[in-house]
C-alpha cells in the first residue's frame, strides 16, 4: 500500500507529535507516514484482518520517532516496514505476530536508527 488502504496516513508532516493512538482491525493495515518527521508516544495496533501489507509502513526520507509501540496482528508482511528513511527511532516495542510468515521489522535503509 501507497497510503490508500492504511487506517491512518499521515503525508508531510511537519515535526508533529501524536499521543495515545489506536488501531484495531481498521483497514487491515495500520499507519502510513511519508516524509517530514513525527513522532509517537504509545501507538497500539491490533488486527484480525488478514492483509499483505505493515502495520507501520515508513515512506522514503522519513524521520519517525515511536516510543510505546504494541503490535498483534496476522498480516502475512512485516509489522515494522521502511526503505530509504531518515532518522529511525523506536522505544518500548511489542510485537506479537500471531501469523508464521509475519516478519517483526523490515528497514532496507535509514540515515540513522535506533532500538531499545
Do not use: M, W
Not at 21 to 41: M, Q, T, Y
Not at 69 to 94: C, D, K, M, P
Amino acid at each position: 500500500g501507497f497510503g490508500g488502504d492504511y487506517s491512518l496516513s499521515i503525508n508531510r508532516p511537519s515535526s508533529n507529535t501524536y499521543k495515545d493512538i489506536s488501531v484495531i482491525d481498521g483497514l487491515g493495515n495500520g499507519v502510513f507516514v511519508k516524509g517530514g518527521s513525527s513522532s509517537f508516544e504509545n501507538l497500539y495496533i491490533e488486527s484480525d484482518i488478514s492483509s499483505s501489507g505493515s502495520a507501520v509502513y515508513i515512506g522514503e526520507r522519513t524521520d519517525v520517532a515511536i516510543n510505546g509501540l504494541y503490535i498483534s496482528t496476522i498480516h502475512n508482511g512485516n509489522a515494522i516496514y521502511s526503505t530509504r528513511a531518515g532518522s529511525l527511532s523506536f522505544t518500548n516495542v511489542e510485537l506479537r505476530p500471531r501469523y508464521s510468515y509475519q516478519r517483526g521489522f523490515y528497514i532496507s535503509y535509514a540515515d540513522s536508527l535506533s532500538i531499545d
